[in-house]
T-cell receptor
Framework: QKEVEQNSGPLSVPEGAIASLNCTYS??????FFWYRQYSGKSPELIMS????GDKEDGRFTAQLNKASQYVSLLIRDSQPSDSATYLC??????????FGTGTSLTVIP | EPEVTQTPSHQVTQMGQEVILRCVPI?????FYWYRQILGQKVEFLVS????????KSEIFDDQFSVERPDGSNFTLKIRSTKLEDSAMYFC?????????????FGDGTRLSIL
């Protein structure tokens, strides 16, 4: 069973703070990892991808991957109210399938 | 920026009827996908399509479902004899390839409501 687990939240942070989102996965064969943002009623929008251990930074977003511990995280610095959304962790094995977590709901309080 | 487009945005169908959901992937993309998301639940993979054939499918994608690329631009999902539990948001996605640096880009989805 290929599981991707996320804390469903809701996670609330004040504007300007750091939001930390976590994801664990069960299949050690997982090769690449993605964070998508999904606004209510909208499609998933790609935020970050990562496939090597360590950190990857893109603007206010940093993805962290630890394959030994089977977790991937997303940090959002200087959180803005527009960051309020559900964040989906997706994991890809050696095929084309993405396995999604249930998502973490983030609310940034002005 | 090029995007995946899906039509219709909302489809209402009587149970037992057939429905076709349409997608126009990004023009230089070669891999196409359908996902569904039942309200309040996770996004679930249905099928991937490459070189005019299915490359992977999940347990959800049974004989009730079929996909087709009828021309050079459209990619369709057909659901035969729809059931109440088929009500969901259906997302089409496309990618240039299957490597880690070739992520899937999603369309805005079609909300399917089965009555």
């Amino acid at each position: 069973q290929k599981e991707v687990e996320q804390n469903s939240g809701p996670l609330s942070v004040p504007e300007g703070a750091i939001a930390s989102l976590n994801c664990t996965y069960s299949d050690r064969g997982s090769q690449s990892f993605f964070w998508y943002r999904q606004y209510s009623g909208k499609s998933p929008e790609l935020i970050m991808s990562i496939y090597s251990n360590g950190d990857k930074e893109d603007g206010r977003f940093t993805a962290q991957l630890n394959k030994a511990s089977q977790y991937v995280s997303l940090l959002i610095r200087d959180s803005q109210p527009s960051d309020s959304a559900t964040y989906l962790c997706a994991v890809k094995l050696d095929g084309n399938q993405f396995y999604f977590g249930t998502g973490t709901s983030l609310t940034v309080i002005p | 920026e090029p995007e995946v487009t899906q039509t219709p945005s909302h489809q209402v169908t009587q149970m037992g009827q057939e429905v076709i959901l349409r997608c126009v992937p990004i023009s230089n993309h070669l891999y196409f996908y359908w996902y569904r998301q039942i309200l309040g639940q996770k996004v679930e993979f249905l099928v991937s399509f490459y070189n005019n054939e299915i490359s992977e499918k999940s347990e959800i994608f049974d004989d009730q479902f079929s996909v087709e690329r009828p021309d050079g631009s459209n990619f369709t999902l057909k659901i035969r004899s729809t059931k109440l539990e088929d009500s969901a948001m259906y997302f089409c996605a496309s990618s240039t390839g299957v490597y880690s640096n070739q992520p899937q880009h999603f369309g805005d989805g079609t909300r399917l409501s089965i009555l």
